[in-house]
């Protein structure tokens, strides 16, 4: 830490102000404490900048969150550390006050030591922001970084993502490379800086956006699943709207070279790119005889490659009739491999994501889903239930039935029959999305 330090505690509660400061006269390397109100934070600020802010915020007093978004959009202030003391605030308050900006949260009554740690916690927060400011400045000086956007140039896009493969390698942590593009409904006036913008809003502070090209930007998401990256693509779609959204490819960070999680990035993404809104997983390698083919989610396009055609939805001997033996075992072999993957990273994700928000909305709901060739998410209360059913039916279609029964009358039945290799977390959110809103009309309207 500095020599010196000053700490500034705004609160409208004088005692509290006094109790704050007694404690921190414990704290060694401190300049000097200075309090004020809410209401007289911003003039006291303007002259001079702390290092630690420490904010009282009591009763969801709203002018407190208003207090950080005003100082966090200013230049100066922007990577003032700001600790929010939590008195009667509810759980909302607090998480839009960490939406925009304040580094750590302590809850009353305060404890001498808790609040020792969390000031000094911040105090280091403050040299490593001015550390982190003065090298991004350096590196937009040699041009590494965009002056306008912060996020990595075409230049050094490269040298960029190779070191932070190489870093994820060498210490064993899970990382997920994305390649985003434009989909066909984004409007020609919207320039790449907006979307820059929110790709960046739409990812942890510790993640990283490289250019591409004109219209396709890498992301790369530290410490991240498969699972974490289909929920980056989710918000980038939600912060863009509904009139214009993204395609996008990702792939999971493992022992693949440099150059081939760029090749297949760039094929599933060229996929992903023939439909709306779409996320498509670059598969991991596939041993053949002599040499490796690199599949995307699904593999479709091996067989394309190998000029050979199945008969969709049907498996074994049917499916090998008039080919070659061992080719057409591989390729179900493939197909079900896919799936596989496809449950992990797509419906299991989907079905725990609207788990957890019936559970916190409803408390009186039966809910129970499962994954395997037959897959199903169901919600029931009293007489009134709805059913999300997945059968794999072989090759690369699997039948979906939305069911909503009603006292054993059925108020909703629909099958289709999709190909699952289009089956993104997108789709399948929306799928469930809908299901569930219809359940609870039909609830509402028992009630």
Not at 237 to 251: E, H, T
Not at 307 to 315: F, N, P
């Amino acid at each position: 830490m500095a020599d010196v330090n000053t700490v500034v505690i705004v609160s409208d509660k004088q005692e509290l102000v006094n109790q704050i400061s007694a404690k921190l006269v414990l704290l060694r390397s401190l300049d000097k404490i200075k309090s004020c109100s809410i209401e007289e934070a911003q003039n006291m600020l303007d002259g001079f900048n702390p290092n630690v802010l420490i904010l009282h915020c009591a009763n969801n007093n709203i002018q407190a969150v208003n207090l950080v978004k005003r100082l966090k959009k200013q230049d100066i202030y922007k990577n003032l550390p700001i600790l929010l003391i939590n008195e009667n605030c509810s759980r909302e308050l607090v998480i839009e006050a960490f939406d925009n900006g304040i580094t750590d949260v302590l809850f009353m009554p305060i404890i001498d030591y808790e609040l020792l740690i969390r000031v000094i916690w911040c105090l280091k927060k403050n040299e490593l922001n001015l550390s982190i400011e003065s090298r991004t400045n350096f590196l937009t000086t040699l041009g590494v970084l965009q002056t306008d956007t912060g996020v990595y140039t075409q230049k050094y896009c490269d040298e960029f993502l190779k070191n932070e493969i190489s870093q994820s390698k060498k210490y064993s942590q899970r990382a997920c490379l994305m390649l985003i593009s434009q989909d066909k409904k984004y409007p020609q006036q919207k320039d790449a800086k907006e979307l820059i913008e929110i790709i960046k809003k739409s990812i942890r502070l510790n993640d990283s956006v490289a250019i591409k090209d004109v219209d396709k930007f890498y992301a790369y998401l530290q410490k991240t699943k498969l699972n974490g990256a289909y929920s980056v693509f989710e918000r980038i779609n939600n912060n863009l709207g509904s009139d214009c959204g993204i395609n996008a490819s990702v792939v999971e960070i493992q022992e693949q070279k440099f150059e081939d999680i760029i090749e297949a990035l760039d094929t599933a993404l060229e996929k992903a790119s023939e439909n709306t809104n779409s996320l498509i997983v670059a598969s991991d390698f596939y041993a053949q005889e002599e040499n490796q083919i690199l599949s995307i989610d699904g593999p479709k396009d091996i067989l394309k490659k190998q000029e050979m055609k199945i008969k969709e939805e049907k498996l074994g001997t049917e499916a090998m009739k008039g080919a070659d033996s061992a080719f057409d075992k591989n390729s179900i072999k493939l197909f079900n491999q896919a799936y596989q993957r496809k449950l992990k990273v797509v419906v299991a994700p989907a079905f725990k994501k609207y788990e957890n928000i019936l559970r916190i909305k409803k408390h009186d709901l039966a809910i129970n889903s499962y994954t395997g060739t037959k897959s199903m998410f169901s919600v029931s209360s009293g007489e009134v239930s709805a059913t999300c059913a997945l059968e794999y039916s072989g090759i690369e279609k699997v039948v979906v039935r939305l069911t909503i029964m009603d006292n054993d009358q059925k108020r909703l039945f629909e099958t289709e029959t999709i190909d699952f290799t289009i089956l993104d977390y997108r789709k399948m959110s929306l799928m469930l999305s809908e299901l569930i809103d219809k359940f609870i009309i039909v609830l509402k309207k028992k009630s």
